[in-house]
Nanobody, 116 residues
Framework: QVQLEESGGALVQAGGSLRLSCLAS?????????FGWYRQAPGQQRDLVAS???????DYTDSVKGRFTISRDNARNTVFLQMNSLKPEDTAVYYC?????????WGQGTQVTVSA
């Protein structure tokens, strides 16, 4: 069983920054997994916005390129998402999980709200 715990969400003004964290615990070989950050806005599907492979290769959806940076700390089983130049359209609940293969059980997510 793997548990995922996201944190760091908040209410910020447009143009602001946030850093999200995701701690993975339980029966996991964290180092070998490709992880991603997803977001889900009200009434919308959950979409992958950034991913990071076991060797550090990163990928981003077009809407966040140049503004978001995903990183990982394998020693702490933690994935981060640095979000800069936030826009109101970034408002969503943010989740982390595997970016490929069967997902782990989803965590509670962390709410990011960007005011205009």
């Amino acid at each position: 069983q793997v548990q995922l715990e996201e944190s760091g969400g908040a209410l910020v003004q447009a143009g602001g920054s946030l850093r999200l964290s995701c701690l993975a615990s339980g029966r996991i070989f964290f180092n070998i997994e490709t992880f991603g950050w997803y977001r889900q806005a009200p009434g919308q599907q959950r979409d992958l916005v950034a991913s990071i492979g076991s060797l550090g290769y990163t990928d981003y959806t077009d809407s966040v390129k140049g503004r978001f940076t995903i990183s990982r700390d394998n020693a702490r089983n933690t994935v981060f998402l640095q979000m800069n130049s936030l826009k109101p359209e970034d408002t969503a609940v943010y989740y982390c999980n595997k970016a490929s293969g069967p997902s782990f059980d989803w965590g509670q997510g962390t709410q990011v709200t960007v005011s205009a």
